[in-house]
């Protein structure tokens, strides 16, 4: 397959570590150029943060000429109950503070990127953006009110950039990950990890580089008729399972 990622310049989002690294070292490998932009990169950048991103996006597009590809990959949870009901009375709840920094970073970060990278897209004849949703974002999960609506939000900024963008030879499409071994899964309880695999139907946990070689193939040329879509990589993880 005719993959034409060599020279692309690519933004990862959340590129620091586990699926953004994997993404970067997957398009750094197909020979893109790549940027990454994260907290905890230098410099750092921050996706809520209008400014430093609208500055970042005029440095990369001033000192690569273009910008054909953006990996929309940040993202952060804050997990709790709705109402942890106990003894008759509620024990806890999610508050203001866990909603608010995950909708902030995972959708208004989404859409501060985008909005900001999309001109440069236009004025360049075309490109791709590709956006992190997950298996959550259509089916809902148990304590995470706040992550679930963001990656179904990312779903509907999909579908809708996809029809407003396509006659600009922008396409835009999500990737919707299941159980996968990033450092946090790692870090779980081994019986915690082997209940996960068991409900995957492959028996197993993807690993950050199957979500990564996602994004690439695509952001290439061998997927230049997808947009709008949402491709499921969660090993045939579906409700019930």
């Not at 490998?29 to 400014?51: F, L, Y």
């Not at 081994?190 to 952001?219: C, F, H, R, S």
Request: aromatic content about 6%; some cysteine; charged content about 20%.
């Amino acid at each position: 397959m005719n993959l034409n990622l060599k020279d692309k310049v690519v933004i990862v989002t959340g590129g620091a570590a586990g699926i953004g690294r994997a993404t970067v070292d997957a398009f750094t490998n197909e020979g893109a150029r790549v940027v990454v932009w994260d907290v905890t990169s230098d410099p750092k950048i921050d996706v809520t943060n209008r400014g430093q991103i609208e500055a970042a996006t005029n440095d990369v597009a001033s000192k690569y000429g273009r910008i054909d590809i953006l990996v929309n990959n940040a993202g952060i949870t804050r997990d709790a109950q709705l109402v942890k009901w106990k003894d008759g009375g509620v024990a806890s709840s999610m508050d203001d503070a866990a909603f608010d920094a995950v909708m902030n970073v995972n959708l208004k970060g989404v859409f501060v990127c985008t909005r900001a990278v999309v001109p440069h897209m236009i004025r360049g004849g075309g490109g791709v953006v590709l956006n992190a949703s997950s298996i959550v974002g259509l089916y809902g999960n148990f304590g995470q009110t706040n992550y679930a609506a963001t990656k179904a939000g990312v779903i509907s900024f999909t579908k809708t950039w996809a029809r407003e963008l396509g006659k600009y030879n922008v396409r835009v499409n999500a990737v919707a990950p299941g159980f996968i071994t990033t450092d946090m899964v790692k870090a779980m309880p081994e019986k915690i990890v082997d209940a996960m695999a068991q409900k995957t139907p492959l028996q197993k946990l993807g690993e950050p580089i199957d979500i990564a070689n996602a994004y690439v193939w695509l952001a290439s040329d061998a997927a230049k008729f997808v947009t709008g879509a949402v491709l499921s990589v969660d090993g045939g993880l579906v409700m019930g399972t």
